[in-house]
């Protein structure tokens, strides 16, 4: 693992000074929405449906009513709202967008559907009092495979439509028919990116407190998206925009299920403009499970028309995204990254795609850590391998001979890629992993009885979410640009306010660092406010590895604002031109006599005093910039995994890790290798333990941790990381993004490695999670003796 030298330092761009977010996480300071406690707060519980699918016959709520403490037991027809919970994308421009009601209305579509709210004065009695609530159901026919959902005879998830389809993604270049035809090979390979759930630490929560003789309503809830909430808010709970206020105080991890608005945090301000006192509501586990968003769930068939040299000519990708019952904030969106990231890293020039969206009666799915980018990932690179397996060839050499080489890049799904060096990332991966010397470690694990494999992932990723004008022209009807306020006080102290909202990314810390640097004030009189709709400027969130690239671009171009305005005061209090002065170490000074000169934190005196400002300059010092990049950043690397498989067991388990990123220039290297870490850990978990599962009928089997496996620190490898540093031209800061990268990378590499380790035994597939049990069935199906040879 590389190490980190922790020093004195200036706090500057580049250190990896210690996070300032931390210290009151650490000693259990951190403020989270389940703190919170407001004078008179009531609580929420929701009765749930515990059916796939069925119509609802009757609801008795008199026991629930009769409870001491309860306040008020709701419905749909006694919350009389119109509207649904909104979906923001349209990438073909007929999707099917299915109203999703804020409690279910005569039928409920996915188990964990919200059908009942109460409100009590504390939240057990608000669970007592809806486990009180008799709802009868009449049992409807479900479905919960993509696949069979857009069968002739699947039973429709929303009636109003002739079948299932949400809607279809094309792509394809001119003469891809020709090309597939011309080349002598076509290697096939299938795929399933098995659905999961997110497991943050914090599930979600949300205090509201709507004030009847104002109209004002302040909601405290645990997203990614403040500024998105309190627009939503308003829309479907119909007041103005200006009399919302969302706070989003710490959140405990996010992974993308936060990017979203969810029913609970209409229903939450409903309810308490309704009862007149703060409604407060946490999910427990099993409802993060039932009623949070889920991830991937994307069934795969590749054909990828090559030479013998292993160099692809064309690609065909066929995809079936299961959106589940409903569609959320971005939902058809996800697959249209996936379109994005079909030719992946390498110059596929002829390619043609296409991506079925079905529903069914399952919870939906969106963004989840990659969002999109790890399914094409994932099979892309399980077919680079397979390739290299059909025509004998180094998986390695392939990815090398297929690597794009020149920059800027248009792809042949119509992106620019920024810059990259792709082939020098995969050398220093395969050198940390002593790729050449595998084999000997092979053959020593063989004496021991087990299989050992090495498996490799090339990628790149679609980063920086943000030209308006691209996510229009892709149906997305939200921005992409990003905000960012610096003020500096009187005294000197410096004050950012972020549109950006973290959950986890150290905000604080990178942005310091940046007007530490750029400012030349120390890192510690940097404040940074961020997660409160009424101090910060509108901004649109965090998510897509954005708030570097996007947010901190932003930044970067308020801090020029506010030194070319102390440019001015220093030239009017020096008495020259503002072209004779030069910056350097925090200060303006005249060329060729340094002495004569101010300090940024003088110049921010003098503003605030203005007793001598140049004609026509306001008081104060202070900026906000609206930054719109003018394209994606592309972040890239390369992944190396080892694995060991006992073959009594079948248990796969990870026993080597080398990953090598390049998300352009850094800030913080730490925190850095702590994102890369975190995605690594969160794709081992879906390569080897996680999914999500449901029965045929909607019921899912997988509600709770004992049913749903995380792995545990136990169950992970070491992780050696290492960077090569290709700035972007698409910012000021030359970075790109770094969030996601190892959850992007990590899956393919793993069960690359896995496959590799049972070549011998002539498996040449391994499906996700790749579980002990499935594992020891593939070896004894192949091998039934079980010993290693």
């Not at 400002?613 to 950043?633: Q, S, V, Y």
């Amino acid at each position: 693992m590389a190490t980190i030298e922790h020093r004195p330092a200036s706090g500057g761009i580049g250190e990896s000074v210690l996070r300032k977010e931390d210290a009151k996480l650490i000693v259990g300071q951190g403020r989270f929405v389940d703190d919170l406690v407001l004078p008179g707060m009531l609580h929420a519980a929701f009765a749930r449906s515990p059916f796939g699918h069925a119509r609802i016959t009757g609801v008795d709520r008199s026991a629930a009513l009769a409870l001491p403490g309860v306040a008020a037991v709701l419905t749909a027809d006694e919350l009389g709202i119109a509207g649904g919970v909104p979906c923001a994308s349209n990438p073909t421009g007929d999707t099917r967008q299915p109203r999703q009601p804020l409690l279910a209305e005569g039928i409920v579509r996915y188990c964990g559907e919200p059908v009942v709210m109460v409100i009590a004065t504390n939240r057990y009695t608000a669970r007592d009092a809806a486990d009180a609530i008799v709802i009868d159901y009449e049992p409807l026919p479900a479905v919960v495979d993509g696949r069979k959902a857009l069968a002739p005879d699947a039973p429709l998830v929303h009636g109003q439509y002739p079948d299932n389809l949400c809607c279809t993604l094309r792509h394809e270049t001119d003469g891809f028919e020709e090309a597939f035809a011309a080349a002598p090979h076509v290697v096939r390979s299938a795929n399933f990116n098995q659905r999961i759930t997110p497991v943050s630490m914090e599930t979600r929560g949300v205090v509201a407190d709507w004030v009847r003789a104002s109209g004002e309503v302040t909601l405290y809830t645990s997203t990614q998206v403040p500024h998105f909430v309190r627009t939503f808010v308003a829309v479907i709970n119909e007041t103005s925009e200006s009399k919302v206020r969302v706070v989003t105080p710490d959140v405990g991890g996010g992974f993308g299920a936060k990017l979203n608005t969810y029913r609970e945090e209409y229903l939450a301000c409903a309810a308490s403009k309704i009862v007149g006192a703060p409604v407060k509501w946490i999910e427990d586990r099993s409802e993060s499970h039932n009623a949070t968003i889920h991830g991937r769930d994307q069934h795969q068939q590749y054909e990828a028309a090559v030479e013998a040299d292993g160099k692809i000519r064309a690609l065909r990708f066929r995809a079936v995204q299961n959106n589940g019952a409903y569609l959320q904030l971005l939902t058809p969106s996800i697959s249209h990254l996936t379109v994005f990231m079909v030719p992946g890293p390498y110059a596929i020039e002829n390619i043609s795609i296409e991506v079925r969206q079905a529903f069914t009666n399952t919870t939906p799915t969106d963004a989840y850590r990659g969002a999109g980018r790890p399914e094409a990932t994932h099979g892309l690179e399980r077919l680079v391998d397979e390739i290299a397996d059909e025509l004998g060839l180094d998986p390695a050499d392939v990815r090398r001979r297929n690597f794009i080489e020149e920059f800027p890049y248009t792809t042949s799904v119509g992106l620019s890629y920024d810059s990259g060096d792709y082939g020098t990332a995969l050398d220093r991966a395969l050198e940390l992993a002593c790729y050449d010397t595998f084999e000997e470690r092979r053959a020593e694990a063989r004496g021991r009885g087990r299989y050992r494999g090495i498996g490799l992932s090339s990628y790149v990723e679609v980063c920086g979410l943000a030209p308006s004008a691209v996510t229009k022209a892709i149906g997305i009807s939200a921005p992409g640009w990003e905000s960012s306020t610096v003020r500096m006080h009187p005294f000197g102290k410096v004050t950012v306010i972020t549109g950006s909202s973290p959950h986890g990314q150290g905000h604080a810390t990178s942005w310091s660092q940046i007007v530490a640097t750029e400012l030349g004030v120390p890192f510690d009189d940097v404040e940074v406010i961020h997660g409160d709709t009424a101090f910060a400027p509108y901004g649109l969130g965090t998510y897509g590895s954005r708030s570097l690239a996007v947010a901190g671009a932003a930044l970067y171009r308020s801090v020029q604002k506010v030194k070319e305005k102390g440019r001015a005061i220093a030239a009017h209090e020096l008495e020259c031109s503002v072209d004779d002065l030069e910056w350097a170490d925090g200060r303006w000074s005249v060329k060729g006599s340094p002495e004569r000169g101010a300090t940024i934190q003088g110049l921010a005196t003098s503003a605030w005093v203005a007793a001598n400002l140049p004609p026509g300059l306001e008081p104060g010092m202070e900026a906000t910039t609206f930054h719109d990049p003018p394209n994606f950043t592309f972040p890239f690397g390369t992944h190396v995994c080892e694995v060991e498989i006992d073959p009594e067991t079948g248990r796969v388990e990870v026993v080597g890790y080398v990953a090598v990123d390049d998300c352009g220039n850094v800030i913080n290297p730490m925190i850095v290798e702590g994102q890369v870490h975190g995605g690594v850990i969160q794709s081992i978990a879906q390569a080897i333990f996680e999914e999500t599962v449901y029965a045929e009928d909607g019921q899912l089997r997988t509600p709770t941790l004992v049913e749903y496996q995380v792995p545990s620190a136990a169950d992970l490898p070491r992780i050696t990381s290492d960077r090569t540093v290709t700035p972007s031209p698409v910012n000021p800061l030359g970075t790109k993004g770094i969030g996601e990268a190892g959850t992007i990378a990590a899956c393919p590499a793993v069960v690359n490695a896995a496959v590799d380790a049972l070549s011998v035994l002539g498996i040449r597939h391994l499906e996700m999670p790749m579980q002990p049990h499935r594992v020891w069935e593939a070896i004894r199906n192949a091998n039934p003796t079980g010993a290693a040879r």
